[in-house]
C-alpha cells in the first residue's frame, strides 16, 4: 500500500515563537489562543473556512505537558469543528509527520477529502505540572537523577565522539548552518549569526551537550491542511504532495535489551518513505531534520544513508547551507526557531512547504522539487528517540 | 520544606518489576532470561520482547560490566523533584553495558567523575533509598 501523490499540503499557519508568560505580569496566550491563530493563517492561506472541516479530518499533536487524555476532542471543541475522522499525534515530538501519513492514509481512502493538522503548546504561560512519565523512566532512570532528554543525549553524544573520533567541528558545523539560515528568516526566534568558535565556547548543559546544542522551547501554535488531489487542484496555492511516508515506533538494532544507541529509527522509516516515493538520495533538494539536538540532526544524515555511519570527511566537505550540496534546516529548525512541546515539529513540514512552493525568500533552495522531512519523539529506556517518522514531500505526485 | 529535605523520587514497585527490586535488596543483580530465546530482558516485562514467550525466569548475574557511556550531572533542572539530587552534584549518570549483554542506567559511584571514562570496568554495589528500596549502582573494577 502507497499513499504516493494520494494527498498534498494545500495550507499552513504558524503563529509567531515567544517565551512569554514566565514572568508576574508579562502579557501571556493560552494554548487554545495559539491553535486559533494557528488555525486562522492556514484558513487564510488555502482560501478555506471553519465549516469545510465539519465531517472531515483533525488531527491534533498532543502536548507532554497536558496530560488530558481527551485533548484531541477538546481540541474540536475550542476550534469549534465537529470532524467525522478524529486523529490522535501520540508519537510526541513525531506527531505532526506522522499524522501526515495518518490522515494521508485517511484521504487515500476516500473516506474523507480534506483534513486539518494542528498542535499549540505554552509551556512558559501555562503551568500544568509536570504530568506523569512512562514507567520505565520513572522506575529505572529517575531514581538515579538523570535530567530529562539532556542526560540521555549528552550520553548517545559522548559515544558517537567515542566511537568515530567526531569532534564539535563536525558538529558545530550543523549549528552553524541552521543560525545562518534562522538570520535570513524573519520568523526565526535566535537570528544572529554564531561561528565554530561561539558553538565551541557556550556553556556546557550535560557534558558534551551545549547550550548551543539544545533545542529553544518556546510557545507557539502551528496547523497545516491537507487535501486530496482533486481537492487541492481547485485551492489557491500550489499542492505540494506527500510522495511518500515511513514510520518506526519503538526501533531496535540489536538485543532489546541492548540496542545500538548511535542508530535511529529513521534508518527504516526513511527507507520505507524513499521507496515509497521511489526516489533517490540525489533527487533530493533539501532536509527538514527534527532538531532536538544538533546531535540527532547529525545522526538522521548518517541514517538516511546520505554517508556510511561514521564518516567524518562527508560531513567537513559538504556544504549543509541552502546553497550547498545538502541543504539542512532552511528555516533554522526548532533550535532557532522555538519549540512549542511537540507541536514544534511542525516546524518543518511547513519550512518543507515554503521551499517547495518558493517561499523561501533570502533562504530559498534554488529549484526546491522534493524535499525530506523527520519527526522524532520519546526518549525510550537504553536507545534514542522511540518515535521516527519521515515523509517526502514534493511539487510533483 | 527546605531543599535538603527534599526526598529523591523513589521506583513504583510494580509486580512485574517487584522480583527485581527483591533481590537487590538482597545485594543480587537479577534480570528476565527467556528460557525458550535465551534474550536477556531489561527492563521487567510481563513476558519476553524478543520472541513473545511467556517461559520467562529471574536469572542471577554477575553484575560486572562497563562503561559504554556517560555524562556529569553538574546542575539539577526541571522537575521539582530533581533538586533532591542537588547534594550530589557533580554525579556521574551512565549506561553500563553488562558483561551478558544488557544495557543498565545507573550511576559510577567511588570514583572523581574526572576519573570516568568509557570502557572503564565496573561491578555492581547497591546503596539503599528506603526500607524496600536499594538501587544497583557501580563501582570501578580495581585492577
Redesign the interface.
Known amino acids: 500500500m502507497s499513499i504516493r501523490g494520494k494527498a498534498a499540503i494545500v495550507g499552513i499557519g504558524e503563529t509567531p515563537t515567544d517565551r512569554l508568560g514566565s514572568k508576574p505580569g508579562e502579557p501571556r496566550k493560552s494554548s487554545a489562543e495559539y491553535l486559533s491563530w494557528a488555525l486562522h493563517l492556514a484558513l487564510a492561506d488555502a482560501g478555506l473556512r471553519l465549516k469545510d472541516f465539519n465531517g472531515q479530518g483533525l488531527g491534533v499533536t498532543i502536548p507532554t505537558a497536558y496530560p488530558q487524555p481527551f485533548w484531541p476532542e477538546e481540541v474540536a471543541e475550542i476550534l469549534g469543528i465537529t470532524p467525522g475522522f478524529l486523529f490522535a499525534g501520540g508519537t510526541g515530538g513525531a506527531g505532526s509527520v506522522s499524522l501526515l501519513g495518518q490522515m494521508g492514509a485517511g484521504i487515500a481512502s476516500g473516506m474523507i477529502d480534506l483534513a486539518l493538522g494542528i498542535g499549540a503548546a505554552a509551556p512558559f504561560a501555562e503551568h500544568h505540572g ?1 504530568g506523569l512519565q512512562p ?2 523512566m ?11 532528554a ?2 540521555k543525549i ?3 553524544m ?2 558517537h565522539m ?1 566511537e568515530y573520533g567526531t569532534t564539535l567541528d563536525h558538529l558545530g558545523k550543523i549549528a552553524v548552518a541552521g543560525r545562518y539560515h534562522a538570520s535570513l528568516n524573519p520568523a526565526a526566534y535566535l537570528r544572529k549569526p554564531i561561528t565554530i568558535q561561539d558553538y565551541k565556547d557556550s556553556r ?6 551545549r547550550l548551543l546544542d539544545c533545542v529553544l522551547p518556546a510557545n507557539g501554535g502551528k496547523a497545516y491542511i491537507l487535501a486530496s488531489p482533486e481537492r487541492a487542484k481547485k485551492l489557491r496555492k500550489p499542492p505540494v504532495y506527500v510522495k511518500g511516508f515511513g514510520e518506526r515506533s519503538n526501533p531496535s538494532y540489536g ?5 545500538d ?1 548511535l542508530v535511529m529509527g529513521i534508518k527504516d522509516a526513511g527507507k520505507v518513505a524513499m521507496e515509497m516515493a521511489e526516489i533517490k538520495h540525489s533527487d533530493i533538494n533539501f532536509l527538514q531534520l527534527y532538531d532536538d539536538y544538533v546531535i540527532v540532526v547529525y545522526l538522521q544524515i548518517e541514517d538516511l544513508g546520505f554517508c556510511a555511519k561514521g564518516d567524518l570527511s562527508y560531513f567537513e566537505r559538504t556544504d549543509f547551507t541552502f546553497k550547498g550540496q545538502l541543504p539542512i534546516q532552511t528555516g533554522g529548525g526548532m533550535i532557532n526557531c522555538g519549540q512549542p512541546s511537540t507541536a514544534g515539529g511542525t516546524l518543518h513540514v511547513l519550512e518543507a512547504v515554503r521551499q517547495l512552493r518558493g517561499e523561501g525568500g533570502e533562504r530559498q533552495v534554488p529549484g526546491a522539487k522534493t524535499g525530506l522531512v523527520s519527526g522524532l519523539g520519546v526518549l525510550p ?2 536507545k534514542n528517540l522511540g518515535c521516527c517518522a519521515v515523509a517526502v514531500l514534493g511539487t510533483e505526485p | 520544606m527546605a531543599e535538603a529535605t527534599l526526598k529523591k523520587p523513589l521506583p513504583v514497585l510494580t509486580s512485574e518489576a517487584k522480583p527485581f527490586w527483591d533481590a537487590a535488596a538482597q545485594q543480587k543483580l537479577v534480570m528476565q532470561r527467556c528460557q525458550d530465546c535465551r534474550a536477556y530482558i531489561w527492563t521487567p516485562r510481563p513476558a519476553c520482547f524478543e520472541c513473545g514467550s511467556e517461559r520467562v525466569e529471574w536469572t542471577q548475574l554477575s553484575g560486572k560490566g562497563q562503561v559504554y557511556s556517560f555524562t556529569v550531572i553538574r546542575q539539577v533542572v526541571g522537575r521539582a523533584a530533581s533538586k533532591a539530587f542537588e547534594p550530589d552534584v557533580p554525579y556521574v549518570v551512565a549506561w553500563i553495558d553488562l558483561d551478558e549483554g544488557p544495557r543498565m542506567i545507573s550511576n559510577v559511584i567511588g570514583s572523581p567523575v574526572e576519573d570516568v571514562k568509557l570502557g572503564m570496568k565496573v561491578a555492581v554495589v547497591f546503596e539503599q533509598q528506603s526500607p524496600e528500596v536499594w538501587l544497583p549502582k557501580f563501582k570501578p573494577m580495581v585492577s
Do not use: K, W
Open positions: 509536570g514507567g520505565d520513572r522506575d529505572f532512570e529517575i531514581p538515579f537523577g538523570t535530567m530529562g539532556n542526560s549528552a550520553m548517545v559522548r559515544r567515542h556546557l548543559v550535560a557534558d558534551p551537550v538485543p532489546r535489551a541492548g540496542s544507541a529506556y537504553g
